[in-house]
């Protein structure tokens, strides 16, 4: 890779949705990218690409150079046929030359080699500077590491997160030895809906007051706690952007791990890929 990646970045899905005003989403990425925020990751699919455009209003005016911009192709796009037209666009809609990562969203029925041979052929072009995927678990892995090209893969992102430990069990440590980072998405369990009382567990709430911090934030210094892991957790709040950035930093000690751990343990047998 010639751009190391952040640990910690913004996620965009369901921006421009509606959900928040555009102007309070903007000021939230622009808050995140103020504070030193560098990475944002977005994806075509995302509100059919106005999330891109919402991107590509909030960088405008930053230091280009100093940005880490992900983005993903949809699977049916990621061939010869579709996927330089898919990435054209979304260059056009984030208002940018190139982008840092680009990632096949999730496995369709293009060949992976078809996809590699595109990417490829991207970052041979300026186009991206590395490409990766998401949604693969540890059998997707090892076909595309054996498919020619496919070892040049930078990153796969997958939901991860304390209460879904599901990767844990065999496709991290397989992305360990092969120097993979695991991009985690979902890492605040989306504000905790994705698992019934995680939020509110003791363990958590302990951790948490023992810092002084919320018990979201010991959500993400969870998923950080991990070496080469990276986070995207979303907002359309500024000062949920900046508590984000304050839980980077925060060190979970071996005790709260273990509290952690044994409130919400890693699976012992393997699970299927847990996505949204
Ligand atoms: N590759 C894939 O298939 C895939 C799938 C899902 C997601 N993703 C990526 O991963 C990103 C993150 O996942 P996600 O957005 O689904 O879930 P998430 O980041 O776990 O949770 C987002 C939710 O948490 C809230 N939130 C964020 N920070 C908070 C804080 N400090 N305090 C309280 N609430 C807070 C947000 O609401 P507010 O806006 O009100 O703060 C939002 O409702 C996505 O945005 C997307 O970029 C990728």
Redesign the pocket.
């Known amino acids: 890779m010639n751009t190391p990646m952040p640990r910690l970045?913004?996620?965009?899905?369901?921006?421009a949705e509606g959900?928040?005003p555009e102007t309070q989403?903007i000021a939230?990425l622009r808050a995140g990218l103020d504070a030193g925020i560098t990475l944002i990751?977005?994806?075509e699919m995302?509100a059919d690409g106005r999330?891109e455009s919402l991107v590509g209003r909030a960088i405008a005016g930053y230091d280009r150079s100093r940005l880490f911009i992900v983005s993903?192709v949809y699977p049916h796009n990621a061939g010869r046929r579709h996927l330089r037209r898919s990435l054209e666009a979304s260059l056009k809609r984030l208002g940018t030359d190139y982008l840092d990562m680009y990632?096949l969203?999730?496995r369709g029925s293009v060949p992976l080699a078809e996809t590699v041979e595109c990417m490829e052929q991207a970052k041979d072009d300026g186009l991206i500077r590395n490409w990766g995927v998401?949604?693969f678990d540890t059998n997707d892995m090892r076909e595309l590491f054996a498919t020619p090209g496919g070892e040049a893969c930078a990153v796969n992102?997958?939901?991860y997160?304390l209460g879904s430990r599901g990767v844990e069990y065999d496709l991290l440590p397989w992305m360990d030895a092969h120097g993979l980072p695991l991009m985690?998405?979902?890492?605040?369990?989306?504000?905790?809906?994705?698992r019934r009382g995680l939020l509110e567990s003791p363990a958590v709430r302990t951790v948490a007051s023992d810092h002084g911090v919320?018990p979201?934030?010991v959500?993400?210094a969870f998923v950080l706690h991990r070496p080469d892991t990276i986070a995207?957790?979303?907002?359309?709040?500024a000062?949920?952007?900046?508590?984000?950035l304050q839980?980077r930093d925060l060190k979970l000690s071996a005790d709260e791990l273990a509290l952690l751990d044994q409130a919400f343990p890693a699976p012992t047998s393997k699970q299927p890929l847990d996505?949204?």
């Open positions: 970045g913004m996620g965009t899905w369901h921006l959900r928040h989403e939230a990751d977005t994806a995302y999330a993903k990632l969203h999730w998401s949604n992102q997958d939901l997160h985690a998405y979902c890492p605040l369990a989306q504000a905790g809906t994705l919320e979201i934030q959500l993400l995207i957790p979303c907002s359309g709040n000062e949920h952007v900046r508590a984000n839980a996505m949204e």
